[in-house]
Structures are given as C-alpha cells and as structure tokens.
C-alpha cells in the first residue's frame, strides 16, 4: 500500500543560511543562528523528589544518523517506516521570527532554498512545506510567488499565530490570496518552548512535559476558532488548511463547541455567515497520532476524509520505525479508512502531490 507522511520534520544545520541565502540578503545572516529555546528543565513536584531534569529529550526518532538533513539517509529510513512520499516540515526555522522582519526574510529565504535543494536529492520521494515571513506579507508573498511551482513545494506552513496577531487578522490576507492563487494549502503547524512561544508558556514553570503537553492542542484550538470565527475559512473557500502535531482527539468536541458559541455569541464573530461542520470539514485536515485511543472516535464521529497519517519523523517522540505499522494493524477501522488516512486524502490536501504522482 502507498503511505504518504503529510507532517514529518527536517533538522536545519546551522551552516545552511549563510550557505543559501540570497547575495543582497547575506549580510543580515547572524553568525549562529539563535532559535530562542527554552530549556525546560525545572521538575514538576518537590524539588526533591527526584533528579533534577538536564535538558530537552535528544532526538533519537531516526536510525540514519544524517537523516535530518540528508536525502539519502532519510529515504533508506522511509524505506524502514514503509512509507512512499514525505513532506518535510521544519524543525525549529519558523523562530527566527524572533529576530527583526528583514533578517527573518533572509533566513527564511535560505531555508526555503535549502529543503527544495535538499528534496532535489529524492524527487518523487521527498516534498516540503514553504514556509514564510508573516509579520511581513509582502515578503511572504515574494517567497511564495517565487518557489509556488517548484515541484518540491506542495504547501506553505505558518503558525498558530504571530507577534499578538490570531490567524483571523486582516495582516494575513495576502497570504491566502497568494496561497489560493497557487492552489498550495495552509499546514498550521506550532512549536514548543520555542518562538512565537504557545500559550501559556509563561506560567509553565520552565517544564518541558507541561510545555510539550499543552502546548500543540491549545494552539491549534486558538487557530482554527480564529480562522472560523474571524471568516477566514468562508472568505477564502477554495483553501486547504492542515493542522498538525496535536492528535485528532479534541477535534470533535471542540467543533461542536465553536458550532454552539457561534449560536450563543453572534455578535462576537460578525463575519461569520454560516460556517457548518461540514462546511470546515470540506476543507480541513488534521493529522492523527497512531496508536490514539480516540482515532475510531474521530471516525465514527465525523469521518475517515479528514485525518492525515503524520510520522513527526525523526523527532523524539515519533514512533518510528512502528507508525505505519501501528495505523495499519487497527482494529478500528476499514480498510477503506486506513486507505483514506494513510494516503489517499493526503492526496486532496496536495494537490501538487497528487499531480506529482501520476
């Protein structure tokens, strides 16, 4: 069977922007590039009712040791998974928004013309996520415009939110026209304790467990309120959005709780006219975790047409090289169903990707 990862991630050398940045743009290339992480170190509990914790998990999730950022390595660890095409997210590029706007062009510029490069290595095999400047649209735009057609780019990857702005901001709107004009989708996809931190970071106490729990699920809950109950989705109907990182589970509870706050609180989302389940349904996807309890939930519930197989291969808590294996030997769901997660509706999120393969 074809098996598509929709959300599988990259490690990015520290090397690579002064490598591939744009010559007018070198100059504003930090020396080492700065990611503003957070260690998260403190233990929860009695301070000493145990080790004190070091450091982030290390990132064991591969067998190749350069599959982060080799074409080969990775692709003879696909060929472990079972997996046929990836679609390589970043790791932690997406924080270089914590420099200024016009240094956060330039990196952003190299990375995307490192993971075409580095997809070049396996075409057919391997695609990537552009991804972009948002608090400056018009340099988004530029970025989009110029890598749109590449084979490599199936989609453009932002995060839940940026600089106090939720997803809903006008700011955003050339960005969708440009991603609609190019029939590229919006992968939402967020970060732990790292720029622009999540929600809640704050009160976290300096813990990598509260962080990494909490913080994919209540992001991607902030966006997709704001994309519903900003309009966004209605506005721009012909989008795709995918949303990442953060399980299927809370998925159907929580459409029904947009669905009964945009009949209790109208006033408050105007420019929402009718935005139905299916409505949203229609156009979004949503990655799953393999072996989650509330898969069959989510299908029964809902459907099968909207979850996306996602290995978050190579990080630390991918369940490589036993995900596919996983989804595959469910008990759950159809044939049909696995079908549909494993490949099939990763191919109506790309489009490109469908186009690629034929």
């Known amino acids: 069977m074809r098996v598509i990862d929709a959300d599988s991630h990259i490690f990015e050398p520290d090397d690579l922007y002064r490598r591939f940045a744009p010559p007018h743009l070198r100059h504003l290339i930090p020396p080492k590039p700065e990611y503003g992480l957070l260690e998260g170190s403190t233990p929860l509990g009695p301070r000493d009712a145990g080790r004190a914790a070091t450091a982030r998990p290390t990132e064991t999730g591969s067998a190749e040791a350069d599959a982060g950022h080799d074409a080969g390595a990775r692709v003879r660890d696909m060929a472990k998974e079972g997996i046929s095409q990836m679609v390589c997210f970043p790791s932690v590029a997406t924080s270089v928004c914590r420099y200024s706007p016009d240094v956060e062009e330039a990196m952003l510029a190299a990375y995307n013309a490192w993971v075409v490069d580095l997809c070049s290595g396996a075409p057919g095999k391997l695609f990537a996520a552009l991804t972009v400047p948002l608090r400056d649209t018009a340099a988004a735009v530029r970025q989009i415009e110029q ?99 953060a399980g299927c589970g809370w998925v159907p509870w929580y459409l029904e709780r947009i669905e009964s706050h945009l009949r209790s609180l109208p006033w408050l989302v105007p420019s929402v ?68 997660i494993l490949w099939r509706n990763a191919l109506r999120l790309y489009p490109k990707l469908a186009s690629a393969l034929l």
């Open 147 to 245: 890598w749109a057609q590449h084979p490599a780019i199936v989609g453009i990857t932002i995060p839940t939110r940026i600089e106090g702005m939720n997803l809903d901001a006008e700011h955003f709107d050339p960005v969708w026209t440009a991603a609609a004009r190019f029939d590229l989708p919006i992968l939402v996809h967020s970060g732990t304790a790292r720029p622009p931190y999540p929600i809640g970071t704050e009160l976290q106490g300096d813990n990598f467990f509260l962080m990494h729990l909490m913080h994919h699920p209540t992001e991607q809950m902030l966006a997709l309120s704001a994309l519903i109950g900003g309009g966004v989705m209605e506005r721009h109907p012909q989008l795709r959005w995918g949303f990442f990182e």
């Open 273 to 340: 006219k009718s935005c139905s389940q299916e409505f949203v349904l229609a156009r979004s996807f949503f990655s799953c975790d393999p072996g989650e309890c509330s898969l069959a939930h989510f299908v029964r519930t809902l459907s099968a047409d909207s979850l996306l197989y996602a290995s978050d291969y190579p990080h630390w808590d991918s369940s490589f090289p036993h995900s596919v294996r996983l989804l595959s030997r469910s008990e759950t769901l159809s044939p049909a169903e696995k079908e549909g």
